[in-house]
């Protein structure tokens, strides 16, 4: 008995059960594989009652090769035994499970740059690799939006354009619909360049800005299409789409923190078992990993030491490394105020001097971009300095400095669009000079939601011809002169490394600002499919030729979770943006769908009425009280009963792990109380 | 698909689609390289299951395996006499435990192989110690190892016996999402 629990407790290394075979353990200590042995003397019925699995549960096996086959001819002979319809049953899973294999393989092939992405993953590893796959995702979804506003939008307006009955006519004063954006005169060619960068011009009076589309409702005799009405449902489901697929994406990256309880396993032993990548590829990636892991190693200890350190602080020392870090703080925030600053007057003076030509007038429109990008690129350094003062442990620094650069890209569109409005909205009085007539500034914007759309086109645009030129002007050479020149500082230098943080910034930025516009600008999310596709191969290129691999790495700054909770963030801004500009400002009397209404949202209850007797009385119904009340209590209540659902998977999860804790010590005390026993028995015996 | 390979018996090929993760397809793939790392010594006709074994030296020399610090662990965790010797059956197990599709469970398995140089079923502080050095390429220094070892045990042991039993391995493993994919050998 005792020898029998100690053969089972050295012998205890792999899982004892599985479904549908019963395996017994190979106890001898001879055997240096040690397979738990197949029991083949398992009765021809409890094979056939588990028929349906066998042929996927036989992988899942870990037996020897020759094994699985045996047995896998065994149960081959055993088919026959079993009715017809089991095995009629047991025939289609199988095919299916080929089906779905195939599937499978087709949908490798086919998927959007997957050899890319696992070239990518080998060579650079998974931080790399979630950038390219983030940027993919949003090419994606930038493609289909822009099905939508085509279908909804577009295509309809080019097919009704000259047919089509005005929705409402004019009721304004004569002067808020003087817009005439056509240039007149003779064109200088290089004109037309220009006007593309700068979306005015011949651009400015197309599809591409809301200025174009017309308020009109085409009726037929049992087809009528509302073009305002199209507009705006379809502005307000492109956001709520958008919503939908990032929440989706993060909620698969959020089940798997769920699954395993939330608690991240220790760092040493994540690093010594699951660091190394088994799929990297090629000598020098290899030495990199090694060097990575190397540095991943040294600064866990280092944070260990300085934790230390830190609690070995006197009162003295902390309070000074307190008041330090509350002044650093302050400083951060004034360097980030001066860069709003700087945006704000920016835009106030590129609105005052439009309409000058040439390269001069180009360059006025395009400084709110200027500013921003030179704002993006020198606070960060600057804060940089400042966290070398602060003295955080290396992870909270690198949270940290995401944390600002975030808060600054975001809060610098934030202040481009304060500045627009304030001048559009005369500083939200709607009774001062320029705005008394058509409540909004009619002298400066004829049509003002056309100037906001050429905003955001015009930073798209910019952000993309920065990066271009940031590719040729600096990455290329850079790698050029260090490659040929053994120079000290050059290699002190060295290549330009793949910053994983701050290029996942730049592209939620660029989409941050394709929502914003997207109301004003229609075809903005196509530009940015465009710009985001050539955007993947630039970056490819310059990964390839002029990168080395991050040696300095942290996994909390490359989850998908946490690029999808920023991009959460850029979505709220645009938001905000789009709802502002839907309920409050008044429309442009002079151009786009919703000419003579006194809001956008305003023709949602003017289509209402046109509507049939019962729709009305149907739609009235669900509005009310009668039937909302009831359907925000069911909808609380089906959200609790989620969330205690989980609160009680992670409850189990913890209670099963303790359980496991508390075995494995029953287990030593257990192992301790025979030896004691056996040691008791030797001298008697 | 076309039946016109010779190689294997259509029983053969689906005993093997049914005991790896590969299709019919991977599995001809997978005999082409087999035969190229020694086409002298693999025969092409496999129907009469020939008895033939690739030594070692010549498995570790394939481009998925040459710069991996634990080349010769993987391939002795496969092998059934334990020095390394592949038959073509070992070949194909090896990699569809690495594949991409085989459970966490049975990675988890072999992983805990792949670590235990001394194979006594336990992971302990030496076989702890060498898996870091092949890790790090021995740049961390003796007192760093020692300190992430006894660090690496203290985060993992449950049953409090200073070295890792299978089910503290498989413990540490459920609750890293990371292991799935970076235990994958793209062939």
């Known amino acids: 008995m005792a020898s029998e629990l100690h053969s089972q407790h050295t012998g205890n290394s792999y899982p004892s059960d599985q479904q549908s075979l019963r395996l017994r353990q190979d106890s001898s200590p001879v055997s240096n594989q040690n397979y738990p042995q197949f029991n083949w003397s398992s009765s021809p019925a409890e094979d056939e009652v588990d028929n349906s699995g066998p042929p996927r549960d036989l992988r899942s096996i870990p037996l020897p090769m020759s094994l699985k086959r045996a047995v896998w001819q065994v149960q081959q002979m055993q088919v026959p035994v079993v009715s017809k319809v089991e095995s009629w049953k047991w025939k289609k899973t199988k095919s299916l499970h080929k089906l779905k294999d195939r599937t499978r393989g087709f949908l490798y092939f086919i998927t959007l740059w997957g050899k890319t992405l696992q070239k990518i993953g080998g060579n650079f590893g998974g931080g790399v690799q979630s950038y390219f796959l983030f940027l993919r995702f949003l090419v994606v979804l930038n493609f289909l939006s822009f099905l939508l506003l085509a279908g909804f939008v577009l295509i309809p307006s080019i097919v009704f354009r000259s047919v089509g009955t005005s929705l409402q006519n004019s009721t304004g004063p004569e002067e808020c619909m003087n817009y005439n954006p056509n240039p007149e005169g003779l064109v200088v060619f290089y004109h037309y360049f220009l006007d593309f960068l700068s979306g005015t011009g011949f651009m400015e009076y197309s599809y591409l800005f809301y200025g174009f589309y017309n308020n009109t409702i085409v009726e037929d005799r049992s087809f009528s299409y509302n073009i305002p009405l199209a507009y705006l449902f379809t502005a307000v489901f492109y956001f709520a789409f958008c919503l939908i697929c990032i929440i989706a994406r993060m909620g698969t990256a959020a089940r798997v923190a769920v699954a395993t309880g939330g608690s991240a396993v220790g760092n040493y032993s994540k690093i010594v078992f699951i660091g190394w990548d088994y799929g990297c590829l090629g000598d020098q ?21 300085l934790r230390k350190q830190a609690a070995a602080l006197t009162l003295g020392a902390k309070i000074l490394l307190y008041s330090l870090r509350v002044f650093m703080f302050f400083v951060a925030l004034g360097l980030i105020f001066a860069a709003f600053y700087g945006i704000f007057e920016a835009t106030n003076f590129s609105q005052s001097r439009t309409g000058e030509e040439g390269i001069l007038g180009l360059i006025f429109e395009y400084l709110p971009s200027i500013v921003i990008t030179a704002g993006n690129f020198v606070v960060p350094m600057l804060c940089d300095q400042i966290a070398l003062v602060e003295r955080y442990s290396p992870s909270t620094t690198v949270i940290l400095a995401l944390l600002r650069a975030v808060f600054l890209r975001l809060v610098s569109l934030g202040v481009l669009l304060f500045t627009l409005w304030r001048q559009i909205t005369c500083e939200g009085d709607t009774n001062s000079q320029d705005c008394k007539q058509c409540q909004y500034n009619n002298k400066l914007y004829p049509c003002w939601e056309t100037r906001v759309g050429q905003e955001m086109y015009r930073l798209t645009l910019f952000d993309l011809l920065i990066t271009i030129a940031v590719l040729i002007l600096v990455e290329f050479p850079r790698r050029m002169v260090v490659d040929n020149s053994s120079n000290m500082l050059t290699q002190w230098v060295g290549r330009q490394e793949f910053v994983v943080p701050s290029n996942i910034l730049g592209l939620v930025y660029g989409q941050t600002v394709v929502w914003t516009g997207a109301l004003f600008c ?28 991050a040696l300095k790495t942290f996994r909390s700054t490359t989850s998908t979770f946490f690029f999808l909770v920023v991009l959460l963030f850029g979505w709220g801004l645009a938001l905000v943006v789009m709802i502002y500009s839907l309920a409050e400002i008044r429309p442009s009397m002079g151009c786009g769908p919703f000419r003579f209404f006194p809001s956008m949202w305003s023709i949602v209850p003017t289509s209402f009425y046109r509507l049939s007797q019962v729709t009305q009385e149907f739609l009235f119904f669900i509005g009310s009280q009668a039937f909302s009340i009831p359907l925000f209590t069911l909808s609380c209540v089906v959200m609790c009963y989620f969330i205690a659902l989980a609160s009680v998977y992670g409850n189990s999860v913890a209670l099963l792990r303790s359980q496991i804790k508390l075995e494995g010590r029953d287990k030593q005390f257990l192992v301790k109380q025979i030896e004691k026993l056996k040691q008791l028995e030797m001298p008697k015996q | 698909m076309g039946n016109k390979q010779t190689i294997f018996t259509d029983e053969q090929l689906d005993a093997y689609q049914d005991c790896t993760f590969f299709t019919r397809k991977e599995i001809l793939r997978l005999h082409g390289r087999y035969h190229e790392l020694a086409p002298h010594l693999v025969p092409m006709d496999y129907t009469n299951d020939p008895d033939c074994k ?18 010769s662990r993987i391939v002795e965790s496969f092998s059934e006499d334990g020095m390394g010797n592949l038959s073509f059956n070992e070949f194909v197990d090896m990699f569809s435990v690495l594949s991409e599709t085989a459970p966490r469970e049975l990675k988890a398995i072999y992983a805990f192989k792949i670590y235990d140089y001394n194979v006594d079923n336990y992971l302990c502080k030496e076989d702890l110690e060498k898996t870091l050095n092949k890790l790090t390429k021995e740049e961390l220094t003796p007192e760093e190892v020692e300190l992430v070892c006894e660090k690496t045990i203290e985060e993992a042991d449950l049953d409090g016996d200073n070295k890792l039993s299978y089910a503290d391995f498989e413990n540490m493993i459920t609750r890293a999402p990371d292991f799935l994919s970076t235990f994958h050998i793209r062939i």
Not at chain 1, 287 to 295: A, E, F, G, I, M
Not at chain 1, 522 to 549: A, D, G, Q, S, W
């Open chain 2, 54 to 71: 690739l030594p070692l030296a010549l498995i570790v020399n394939m481009p998925e395996l040459k710069e991996n610090p634990f080349r």
């Open chain 1, 522 to 549: 229609p075809l903005l999310p196509f530009i940015n499919t465009i710009k985001f596709v050539i955007l993947f191969y630039c970056k490819k290129i310059t990964l390839f030729y002029n990168c080395r691999p």
């Open chain 1, 285 to 305: 990636a290899t030495k990199l990993k090694q060097k990575n892991l190397h540095y991943r190693l040294q600064v866990d200890l280092e944070e260990e030491r």
